[in-house]
C-alpha cells in the first residue's frame, strides 16, 4: 500500500472551536482578557484575513512579532501557520543594531509590535502593525475587527518551517533556529505522555514567549490537547507563587528556571504556601541545586527536571512520579529520542563517562536560517546533533546534566566543571546565587573564580566560602577568588550570562569585578 508522503498539518485552533467552542483557551493575566476556543480561533482567523489582504502575506512568508508576553503571541502564530507562513518571535531585550540584524536575515514580510518598541524598529524596511495591549483603538485590533474570518488552513506538509527562534546570543551571534511541524508535533506529542497534558490542563506560562521554553515547554502542548494557558507578562515572583498557590484559578502545570524557583522560595509567604492544584512543577535551562530541589520537596512538590535546548526541545524529562527517585537528573531520554553520551567524533562514551550530550530524531532541528556553515558545524559527521552540554549517562540510561562543555575550564591539567562547585556553593544557606568561571592562571594556566549573591541580611566571608569548597571538592576545583556581588547578569530566561561575566573579568583588567549586573 502507498503512502502519502505529505500528510497535511491540521489547525488545533479551528478542531476545538467547532467541538467544544465554550471551552477555555487563554488567558492574559495583565489585561484579564479570557478567551474560549471559540473566540481565540476567530481572532486568529480574523488576524490570518489581515495578513493575507492588507500585507500580502504568503506561504513560506516569515512574520516577526515585536512584543511582551500575552495570549496575542500565540493568536498571531496560529494566524501565521492558517497562511502556512513561518512566525518570528523577537527578543524585545535587544538593541536597535541588534534588532535590525535580524530582521535583515529573516526578511520578514510584516513585523507586528509593541507600540513602546518603536524605537526598536527604526532601521527595519518591512511594514509594521503597532498593538497596544488591551486598547480595542490600536491599529492591531482595529485590524482585526475589519477583516472577516476568511481564511482555511493552508497546505502544509509535516516538513513544512512554521518557526524561526532566534538563539540568545549567549554563545555567539543569534542565529535562525528552523522548526519545523514534525518538530512540533514531537514536542506536543511527548509533553502530552509525560507531562500528562490533557484538555483539563491549565498551564501558567511566565518565560519569555521569543524563547522556545515559552512557547514549547507546556504551552503548545495545552494548546493541542485543549487545555488552557494562562500568560503573565513578566515573571513576578510573589504574583507567580499567589497564582500557583490559587485554587480559583487551577493552575496544574508550570515551568521554570532554577533562578525562578529560588526567588519564589525565598518569598516570605513560602513558608505558608500550599499547591492545591499543581500537578506538574518543570525546571530546566540549567542545573538544578540539590538544595533548591530539596526546599520544594519540603513543600510537596518535587521539580521535575528535563533536558533540552531550543535545536532540540525535547530530549529528557522526569516524571511525576520518578522526580523523587531519580531527583538532580535530568530522566531519561523521550520516546523517538535518541541520546548518547559522545566525543567530538560522534562516537559513543561508556555508561557513566563525562562527554557531550548528543542526540538524533524527529525532534532536532534541520538546521540554521540560510547559515550552510553554522548548520554543518552543529552535527557530527555521523548525523548527532551537537548540543553543547556535558553529561554522563547511567547504566539505567538516566541522563545526569554537568555542565555547558564551553563553561569547562582547565586547571593543572583537570577538567573543572563550574555546575559542580556552584552546587556546593549554592549548599550554605547564606546564598542566593553563584557563578564560578575559569580565569587565567600563571601557575595552573585556569583557575577558579566564584561571585557569590549572599539572601537580604545576610553576611558571609569569601575565606568561609573557600573553606566550605576545600571540605567537599578536590583542591583543584576550589575557587581560587569569592567576590560577593549584589547581582549577576541574567538572560531573560534566568540564565547566569557566563560570556558577560568573562567579557567583564577581561575589561577589569584582570581583576574580579566587583560590579556585574
Known amino acids: 500500500m502507498r503512502r502519502n508522503q505529505t500528510d497535511p498539518v491540521f489547525d488545533w485552533l479551528a478542531y476545538h472551536a467547532e467541538f467544544d467552542p465554550g471551552r477555555l483557551a487563554a488567558v492574559d493575566l495583565a489585561t484579564q482578557r479570557w478567551l474560549t476556543y471559540g473566540e481565540f480561533n476567530d481572532r486568529a482567523t480574523r488576524l490570518a484575513t489581515a495578513l493575507r489582504e492588507r500585507f500580502g502575506v504568503e506561504h513560506g512568508d516569515r512574520v516577526a512579532f515585536l512584543a511582551r508576553n500575552g495570549t496575542d503571541h500565540f493568536e498571531a502564530m496560529f494566524a501565521c501557520w492558517k497562511l502556512g507562513a513561518i512566525f518570528v518571535p523577537m527578543n524585545w531585550r535587544l538593541s536597535p543594531h541588534e534588532t535590525a540584524a535580524i530582521l535583515e536575515h529573516c526578511e520578514p514580510r510584516v513585523v507586528l509590535h509593541d507600540a513602546d518598541f518603536a524605537p526598536l524598529l527604526a532601521g527595519a524596511h518591512a511594514p509594521t502593525l503597532e498593538r497596544v495591549p488591551g486598547h480595542a483603538a490600536c491599529r492591531y485590533e482595529q485590524l482585526i475587527a475589519a477583516h472577516e474570518p476568511r481564511v482555511a488552513m493552508e497546505h502544509a506538509d509535516f516538513d513544512t518551517i512554521n518557526l524561526l527562534l532566534y538563539t540568545s546570543g549567549t554563545t555567539g551571534r543569534p542565529k535562525g533556529v528552523v522548526y519545523t511541524h514534525r518538530m512540533t508535533h514531537n514536542i506536543v506529542v511527548h509533553a502530552a505522555l509525560h507531562a500528562r497534558i490533557r484538555a483539563g490542563t491549565r498551564t501558567l ?121 531519580q531527583i538532580g537528573s535530568a530522566g531519561h531520554p523521550l520516546m523517538h529520542v535518541k541520546v548518547q553520551i559522545g566525543d567530538e567524533h560522534g562516537l559513543e562514551l561508556p555508561r557513566n563517562r563525562v562527554g557531550e550530550i548528543q542526540v538524533r530524531g524527529p525532534g532536532v532541528t534541520p538546521g540554521y536560517w540560510h547559515d550552510p556553515e553554522a548548520t554543518a558545524a552543529a552535527f557530527t559527521a555521523n548525523g548527532w546533533f551537537r548540543t553543547g552540554d556535558a553529561g554522563r549517562m547511567t547504566e539505567q540510561g538516566i541522563i545526569f546534566v554537568v555542565d555547558r562543555i564551553k563553561d569547562m575550564y582547565i586547571s593543572g591539567g583537570e577538567n573543572v566543571y563550574p555546575a559542580e562547585v556552584e552546587d556546593v556553593i549554592d549548599d550554605l544557606d547564606a546564598v542566593s546565587q553563584c557563578a564560578v568561571i575559569g580565569v587565567p592562571d600563571r601557575k595552573w594556566g585556569e583557575a577558579g573564580l566564584a561571585l557569590v549573591v549572599l539572601q537580604p541580611g545576610q553576611h558571609l566571608e569569601p575565606e568561609r566560602i573557600r573553606e566550605h569548597c576545600r571540605a567537599r ?45
Open 205 to 325: 506560562t511566565y518565560s519569555p514567549l521569543f524563547h522556545a521554553a515559552g512557547l514549547n515547554a507546556l504551552a503548545m502542548p495545552s494548546f493541542h490537547y485543549g487545555g488552557a494557558v494562562l500568560v503573565m507578562r513578566t515573571f513576578d515572583a510573589g504574583a507567580c507563587l499567589a497564582m500557583l498557590t490559587d485554587p480559583g484559578l487551577q493552575v496544574t502545570h508550570t515551568v521554570g528556571v532554577p533562578a525562578t524557583y529560588q526567588l519564589m522560595s525565598q518569598r516570605p509567604e513560602f513558608a505558608t504556601a500550599s499547591f492545591p492544584t499543581l500537578e506538574v512543577a518543570g525546571v530546566g535551562a540549567a542545573p538544578v541545586p540539590l538544595h533548591l530541589l530539596e526546599t520544594w520537596a519540603a513543600k510537596g512538590l518535587v521539580l521535575s527536571q528535563s533536558f533540552g535546548l531550543t535545536e532540540a526541545f525535547s530530549v529528557s524529562f522526569t516524571p511525576p512520579e520518578k522526580a523523587r527517585e
Open 473 to 517: 571538592l578536590a583542591r583543584y576545583k576550589v575557587p581560587r577568588d569569592v567576590r560577593i556581588v549584589p547581582a549577576l547578569p541574567l538572560s531573560p530566561q534566568g540564565k547566569i550570562l557566563k560570556r558577560e561575566l568573562q567579557r567583564l573579568y577581561v575589561e577589569s583588567g584582570g581583576q574580579p569585578p566587583s560590579k556585574v549586573a
